[in-house]
């Protein structure tokens, strides 16, 4: 015949309750039970076959039993009788919680968190290595979305002036986020000098001019007081140019306009003089961070000459020297 009623609980373990026999010697108080109570109700305790008051008569610390007044002696005069015991628990089986066994108040308040997140404020997720639910606070999520919006931004404002070189943009270097400097997405290094008066050059011979008079110089790259030369410092593309003016008026002289690079000759133009006049050139270089770029001037009027320096008028600077980046390397 089959069981009928409830189905019998097959997922815990069951323990008989067993009593506990003792031998008074009409001293001895305290008594060391096998299994702890859950309190002095939880046990009948006997002596000389007369039930113990358990609210006066005994009390229960662990496993101890301990008598108020000392049993009489006796040979297993005393016992105890176990009422009550917690066996084991019962486990929720694995996937036995749904969603409807959660009540909303097991979200505190039961709200929206009605503001920004902090970056202390936690979230729950799931750490996939093992399915484990674990706490992580929001600055980890930030940090690791990597993303944000004009709060992000200091002041949350325009610049509205011209950025200097030292200010910094975003940019994604295939994929990962980093910061660079403006300058180097400006044409610069940059500089430009002219001849603050006459230079003396003597026939038949290359003379570095000397462009002493600096009239900008973005990055400190350019020598105005002893070498004339420009170093600029950050690898890339430059134009350079010059121009200038031969003070003769020996028609048919010869002069020649010439940028060197690193003390040789890399670009140079050729002019014959019917009078007075300027001339001007301009190359563009490959240019490593310490390469250094002059000019020089030559003449064959068969006498010493002059570069004019200074200005015609009010601004027309007549020997100039000037170089800027175009592009990186």
Do not use: C, W
């Amino acid at each position: 015949m089959g069981y009928i009623g409830t189905p019998i609980d097959t997922r815990n373990q069951f323990q008989s309750l067993q009593g506990k026999r003792f031998n008074g010697d009409g001293s001895t108080t305290d008594f060391t039970l096998d299994v702890a109570p859950g309190s002095t109700l939880d046990i009948e305790v006997f002596v000389g076959n007369v039930r113990q008051d358990p609210n006066s008569a005994y009390t229960l610390s662990g496993t101890t039993l301990s008598f108020t007044g000392a049993p009489p002696s006796g040979t297993n005069n005393i016992y105890v009788v176990h009422q009550a015991k917690s066996v084991g628990t019962i486990d929720v089986p694995a996937s036995g919680v749904q969603a409807g066994s959660l009540a909303s108040s097991v979200l505190t308040g039961q709200t929206d968190v009605g503001g920004a997140i902090a970056d202390a404020d936690l979230f729950l997720i799931d750490d996939g290595a093992g399915g484990t639910l674990r706490k992580t606070a929001a600055s980890r999520i930030k940090t690791y979305v990597g993303g944000f919006d004009v709060t992000s931004i200091t002041g949350a404002t325009a610049l509205a002036e011209q950025p200097a070189g030292t200010d910094e943009i975003v940019l994604s270097d295939a994929g990962t986020l980093k910061r660079l400097d403006i300058k180097h997405i400006q044409n610069t290094p940059a500089f430009a000098a002219s001849l603050s008066s006459n230079q003396s050059i003597a026939t038949g011979t290359y003379v570095k001019v000397a462009y002493n008079n600096e009239i900008f110089d973005s990055d400190n790259t350019y020598d105005n007081s002893s070498n004339y030369r420009f170093t600029p410092g950050v690898a890339g593309k430059y134009v350079v140019g010059a121009k200038h003016r031969l003070d003769t008026s020996t028609d048919g002289t010869a002069t020649i306009l010439a940028i060197y690079k690193n003390g040789s000759t890399i670009h140079r133009v050729r002019f014959t003089l019917d009078n007075s006049e300027g001339y001007h050139t301009s190359a563009v270089l490959d240019l490593d961070n310490d390469d250094y770029v002059e000019i020089y001037a030559y003449q064959n009027s068969g006498g010493t000459t002059n570069i004019s320096g200074g200005t015609l008028g009010s601004d027309d600077t007549i020997a100039y020297f000037y170089g800027f980046r175009i592009a990186g390397v």
